[in-house]
């Protein structure tokens, strides 16, 4: 499975950008996609995930201000981000679980909160 995440750059606080995530290859064996963030000199922290039935899963970071969506209608998912703060600065990492077990990572895109 290859992950290719897109939408990130330099957002003003208060915006609302939203990243996609394409999975490619055995997509028919992903059982959930997500997203996990990695600020500068931090651990990487995950953020929202979303199974294959469409069930979302928010982590702490992004309760009440992000929305993921897709998989299930095709092979992208979305995260929406809202009200962004400069703490939400970070690079966004799109991973995805499969069938047998493995799990994959995208490349990441960086999200920059700054006026």
């Known amino acids: 499975v290859q992950l290719q995440a897109s939408g990130g750059g330099l957002v003003q606080p208060g915006g609302s950008p939203r990243l996609s995530c394409t999975a490619s290859g055995s997509i028919f064996r992903v059982t959930a996609m997500g997203w996990s963030r990695q600020a500068l000199g931090k651990q990487r922290e995950p953020v929202a995930k979303v199974t294959r039935d469409d069930s979302p899963y928010y982590y702490e970071s992004a309760k009440g201000r992000f929305t993921i969506s897709g998989i299930n209608a095709g092979n992208t998912v979305f995260l929406q981000m809202n009200r962004l703060e400069p703490d939400d600065t970070a690079v966004y990492y799109c991973?995805?679980?499969?069938?047998?077990?493995?799990?994959?990572w995208g490349q990441g895109t960086q999200v920059t909160v700054s006026s």
């Open positions: 991973d995805a679980d499969t069938d047998t077990g493995a799990h994959y």
